[in-house]
């Protein structure tokens, strides 16, 4: 089988390849990127002059704090400087979770939606019942840091992540926040190995439905059988969301299974989606999509 | 899951005006906070955590700074120097919402070190994790209450760094 990424946004057909162009296949993943169209909540528009829409291409691998400190400063000089908190972005009325990546969140509540994708921005009524707080970059950097600890926890009982010295962790955080491949993979190559198996100890991967609307789903699932046989996407599916295929005997499905933003064919072995599909923070994100 | 109330002098003083002396007098305030706890297990650290929400008066949340000034005096020290990797809010992994939670790797490391764990840690597997939460003083098996030994000794480590008062009868469990 081969496997051949066609670069337009939306469309990327994938079939397995091996060896040496997988590394091809984390480069292409690593520069997706996403147009985003962020506007400022009308009701919360407290100048004369209207802000224009603020247009941004942003990294799917990257979280939302990350990339709209622009957004930030230029929107705040338009809202009630008497009332006004701490930013955050809803989509069609749906509060977007800042400590998801960005690819992940497209992929969930637009990924058959127009470009760009548009963003409202608010300032005001912060969803504390829904969203985390982020009160700085340290926020994000202690979300993505302890979310990788619980991946290798996973995969190698913790032994990678915690043999590497601080300046390692710090090296994954740069890289992801600077956008610099290399100084990210360098590091995450590491924890990419399989020390000797045939693949991780469990798989590190969360299942994220969106209508309706639940918390995601993770569990223990070993992606090589005690035989050494390597497990599916479709035997993942069937272990977790058993009700997402019409029946018992056929593959069809009642959805639409996205990961990083294309629909991989079932039969992928999901020790291979993990080493290739997952993001940064080294989890294989599901999202689970209605047919329109 | 368990809910409580916790009073707290109030962070802010209020200043009253003693007319006669031209004095301020300051008056700490009490306030009462509401606090909810759960233990949830964790499958990928293969222990108990410690989710925790707490809400003023008002019915708002408590910010990230707030709880961080209510761990008691003795882990200010430790939380100083590790607060984003010791304690921050987290999607609760059941319930979807905002939760604060103290970290897995701390209490995993916190009962390496006990003689207690050593002796009674039981394998726990998934299908009881539910049934942890719920251990009482009347667990029936001895291996329900080496169970309930295990759970005690975590609980009794982690609940005064978010102040959870704990009965003394928690110790008995285990020991019949």
Known sequence: ?292 | MVESSLEVDELTEQEVEDEESNTIQVKPQTRVISCEYHVVYSDSYSVPVLYFNMYHDSGKLLTLDEIWSLVPQIYQSRLSQERWTFLTQQEHPILGRPYFQLHPCHTASLMKHSVLSRATKPEISTDTAQGLAGVSATSHTPSMRRKGSYLVQWLSSVAPVVRLGMSLEYGLIGNN
């Not at chain 1, 190698?156 to 926040?177: C, E, F, Y």
């Not at chain 1, 079932?266 to 020790?271: A, F, R, S, Y």
Request: a negative charge.
């Open chain 1, 1 to 292: 089988m081969q496997l051949i990424i066609d670069t337009s946004i939306r469309q990327i057909v994938i079939k397995t390849k091996v060896m040496a162009e997988d590394r091809e296949i984390l480069r292409e993943i690593w520069d997706g990127r996403v147009p985003i169209c962020f506007s400022l909540a009308s009701d919360e528009i407290f100048t004369l002059e209207h802000p224009d829409p603020f247009f941004l291409l942003v990294p799917r691998q990257s979280y939302f704090p990350l990339a709209t400190d622009r957004v930030q400063r230029t929107f705040l000089k338009h809202v009630d400087p008497d009332n006004h908190g701490e930013m955050w972005l809803e989509y069609e009325s749906q509060p977007l979770k800042w400590h998801y990546p960005v690819g992940l969140l497209f992929d969930m509540y637009n990924s058959k939606g127009p470009l760009p994708w548009n963003i409202t921005v608010h300032f005001q009524n912060f969803p504390e019942d829904e969203l985390l707080h982020c009160p700085s970059r340290d926020a994000v950097e202690a979300h993505f840091m302890a979310t990788v600890k619980e991946a290798d926890s996973l995969k190698h009982r913790a032994q990678v992540i915690n043999s590497m010295q601080k300046k390692d962790h710090k090296q994954l955080w740069t890289g992801l926040q600077n956008d610099k491949f290399d100084q990210f993979w360098t590091i995450n190559r590491k924890l990419m190995e399989r020390l000797g198996e045939e693949g991780f100890k469990y798989l590190p991967f969360r299942i994220h439905q969106v209508l309706p609307e639940k918390p995601f789903i993770q569990k223990l699932f070993k992606p090589v059988s005690d035989e050494g046989r390597l497990f599916t996407l479709a035997d993942l599916l069937r272990e977790t969301v058993p009700h997402i295929f019409a029946d018992d005997t056929s593959d069809v499905l009642r959805c639409e299974v996205y990961i990083q933003g294309v629909n991989p064919p079932l039969e992928t072995p999901v020790q291979w989606l993990s080493e290739h599909f997952s993001y940064p923070d080294n989890f294989l994100h599901i999202a689970l999509v209605n047919p329109s």
